[in-house]
């Protein structure tokens, strides 16, 4: 759950690297040791690392990465997207008034019939399993990450020609550092980029307002500072603080408006 906490020190991780998964964790459980020790909180040094997160995140190994995703994005997760004290309440209240049971585990199984449907959960743990007998079933477990898993007409088509391949986990699409998609022979698109969720497996941090901002505006000032290079003298990219990418393209022969129509035709998904 999320609490008040002091400000992140995000200068802990600067500089570092870590050479397996498991001295990563190891270090992050150190830091979070030595802040409730000097009176502070893990939810503090939890934040610090995100700032850091893709470039640690791109020094693992696909092994470790695989690892990460398997036994541990559960447990980051409920830690780094954390609930807000309001909806604990609620939650608290709904479970204490016996109409929400909470169940750690996996749905095997659904059973349909006309009434409703049997949901088979095995449980966290090596043993056992329970069955509930249920009118409806949401699921909130988050949009689907492996895309070659999709039926939409755009999917099949990117994979089939080879336009797109799935990141090196199983998830997202291989995408370079300014978001190229990587075909199948493993050279980056000229033209068909992505940003976003897409990404994930690539990236680590890549799916919340922040990370997506930086990411459209370092793509907005790469499309446009190429189209400048080609039609004009000079391309100046000026963003401020909140990545507000705002693109400024100098010419002295040809006007905006002729720049405009010339633009190479880019693909972003």
């Not at 004290?85 to 016996?98: D, N």
């Not at 633009?263 to 972003?268: E, F, I, L, R, W």
């Amino acid at each position: 759950m999320h609490a008040p906490h002091v400000a992140p020190d995000n200068t802990t991780w600067e500089g570092k690297l870590f050479t397996s998964l498991r001295a990563l964790l190891k270090a992050l459980r150190l830091q979070a040791r030595l802040a409730e020790a000097s009176g502070g909180d893990w939810r503090a040094v939890v934040d610090s690392l995100r700032p850091h997160a893709n470039r640690l995140w791109l020094g693992l190994s696909a092994a470790d990465q695989r690892r990460f995703f398997r036994h541990l994005r559960t447990y980051w997760e409920a830690h780094r997207h954390r609930m807000a004290p309001q909806v604990a309440k609620v939650i608290e209240g709904l479970a204490q008034q016996g109409r929400l049971r909470l169940h750690a585990g996996r749905v095997k199984v659904l059973f349909w019939d006309e009434e409703g449907a049997d949901v088979e959960i095995k449980l966290r743990g090596r043993f056992g399993r329970v069955v509930l007998r249920v009118n409806r079933v949401i699921n909130c477990t988050a949009p689907e990450s492996d895309y070659r898993m999709l039926t939409h007409p755009l999917w099949r088509n990117l994979f089939a020609r080879g336009i797109a391949v799935a990141g090196l986990i199983g998830l997202g699409l291989r995408t370079g550092p300014e978001g190229q998609l990587v075909n199948a022979e493993g050279e980056p698109s000229p033209s068909v980029f992505t940003l976003g969720v897409t990404r994930i497996g690539t990236l680590f941090e890549t799916t919340s307002v922040e990370e997506i901002r930086a990411q459209a505006a370092a793509l907005a000032s790469r499309l446009l500072s190429t189209t400048c290079m080609l039609h004009t003298r000079t391309a100046i990219a000026a963003p401020n603080i909140h990545y507000d990418a705002r693109i400024r393209c100098v010419s002295n022969e040809i006007s905006a408006r002729s720049s405009i129509s010339a633009v190479p035709k880019a693909k972003v998904i």
